[in-house]
């Protein structure tokens, strides 16, 4: 279902380039957001350029408000109701409030710069705010293997980028930080339920509230004492 409604708006997430296997994002995507359809409220994307994805999850979603940050300033904002869109920076903490100001977000997707800070950086600042349930997902993540400094002219937002921004992306850093999210998953500690590692794609899902929550660490040696 969503392959056909992203084909049809445009967006790039099921082209070649996006695919192995057979599969591309919007077949991963559809198969973990299909059962979810109709109670997502809000979704939020870092990264819109022409606006093709915010127009298709407004489409798939028929209950959600979407909104787009985007840092590049001369794309357009206007896609109609239920979609705002944001000129902002994803590692400004000031514009990332911007989004959805006050709600929970129900599916996060950084599809913004690609960069190992950015991405840390964003998902610090915006996890809290996802709803217990929800989804975060980190887009196109095999860029973040080396220095991407040539993609300031391949994509066009990058050149909007602050001055000493790090192109020459830390990937062992990005890797310790989500090894940490895994740790936690497994082990049960914080609100990460759990981790799915697959093509250019890192999926986080947030743990729903338990009246009994696994014991930490800390419980088990209070306990043995």
Known sequence: MLKEIGNKHGTD?????????????????????????????????????????????????????????DI?????????????????????ATDLDKLAPGSKLDVVI???????????FTFNHLWPRVSAGGFYVMEDTTCTNGDTTDYIEKWPGQKYNKAGTKFNN?????????????????????????????????????RKPQENPPPTEADEGLAAS
């Open 170 to 206: 830390d990937r062992q850093k990005l890797n310790q930080f989500i090894l940490q999210q895994i740790h936690d998953a497994e082990n049960g500690r914080k609100d990460v339920q759990s981790v799915m590692v697959c093509f250019n794609m890192i999926w986080f899902k947030k």
């Open 13 to 69: 997430k099921g082209n070649e380039c996006h695919t192995i296997d057979g599969e591309s994002y919007l077949d991963i995507y559809d198969k973990l957001f299909h059962s979810v359809r109709e109670s997502v409220q809000t979704l939020a994307e870092i990264g819109v350029r022409g606006g093709n994805s915010v127009t298709m999850w407004r489409e798939y979603f028929p209950k959600a408000h979407i909104w787009g940050l």
């Open 72 to 92: 590049d300033p001369t794309i357009n904002t206007d896609f109609g109701e239920r979609i705002n869109v944001i000129i902002g920076d994803q590692s400004s």
């Open 110 to 120: 950084d599809d913004g710069s690609h960069l190992a800070d950015h991405l840390e």
